[in-house]
């Protein structure tokens, strides 16, 4: 068992050798880059490897409307202000402090695994294959929540670029992209359907917030509600999707600052998981990196 720990990149480790911080610095940044330069190239290009379906990652977003179709602008500055974290997350990698390059290659696996899966599901989705871009969704989604479960307990500046930024998005997406996926997305059983599972939001990131008092779940998920209800608003006036999305980012924000007002004045709240002294440290919503 310890020598198949130690030749699984994603076990957990309380410290990593030199040639493994090495290796985290130059796989990071390097999927880190493909996955930026990917996301922006297919903002604005589409592919030219072939004559059918093939459209930009917004065009695909605006031609198939669903329940789920986002506003381009919100979603694009999410991602945006996301890489431009990501790049604070790559920097620990590089400190001189021992810890804070511990903290940063815990996360290091997981977080290379999702940047190759983003460019993977990018690749698909502005290729119209919807299925495989699924899959990849759903792949992500379980590496990302595997990431969570064992590493929610680092400084937020790690936290949020490398955990709960890329899951609440992951989680939209199987939605966004689902949607798609099925026959006439913009029919009225669908529709129907995405009534209903837009509530999933909700409570998605109202069980991070009270389990975990993780604002930054919360603050996530309630900017992409946010650019979902700005789309299902231009897209038809009279619906209900559009109200129910901004109910859902109304909600999501107001337990988002509750929970974040006493972390960062070091106030404990008096519900979810408390942490240990010696967590308090290392808490991802109480200590700065």
Not at 91 to 104: G, Y
Not at 234 to 240: E, P, S, V, Y
Not at 243 to 248: E, N, V
């Amino acid at each position: 068992m310890d020598r198949l720990s130690n030749i699984n990149p994603f076990a957990k480790r309380d410290s990593h050798a030199p040639s493994s911080v090495i290796t985290y610095k130059v796989l990071t940044l390097v999927t880190w880059l493909l996955s930026v330069v990917t996301s922006i190239y297919y903002t604005y290009h589409a592919p030219d490897d072939g004559h059918y379906a093939r459209r930009p990652i917004w065009e695909q977003n605006y031609l198939f409307h669903s329940g789920f179709t986002q506003n381009y602008l919100i979603s694009s500055l999410y991602w945006l202000v996301l890489f431009i974290l990501q790049l604070g997350y790559i920097a620990h990698l590089f400190s001189t402090n021992v810890e804070k390059v511990n903290a940063a290659c815990s996360v290091g696996s997981h977080f290379i695994f999702n940047n190759l899966l983003h460019f993977a599901f990018v690749m698909l989705f502005v290729r119209s294959h919807f299925i495989w871009a699924e899959i990849i969704l759903i792949i992500n989604f379980f590496n990302l929540t595997t990431l969570y479960f064992r590493h929610n307990a680092y400084p937020r500046f790690i936290h949020l670029p490398a955990v709960s930024g890329p899951l609440a998005w992951t989680f939209v997406a199987i939605y966004w992209n689902g949607a798609i996926m099925v026959h006439r997305p913009d029919s009225l059983v669908a529709r129907i359907f995405a009534n209903v599972f837009i509530w999933s939001i909700l409570v998605y990131g109202m069980f991070f917030i009270i389990t975990y008092k993780d604002y930054t779940m919360g603050f996530c998920l309630s900017v992409l509600s946010a650019s979902l209800g700005v789309a299902q608003f231009h897209r038809q006036f009279i619906a209900f999707q559009w109200i129910f999305a901004f109910t859902i980012m109304a909600v999501l924000f107001v337990f988002t600052v509750i929970v974040a007002v006493p972390a960062w004045t070091g106030r404990e709240l008096p519900w979810g998981r408390q942490q240990s002294t010696t967590d308090n440290e290392r808490a991802p919503l109480l200590a700065d990196p």
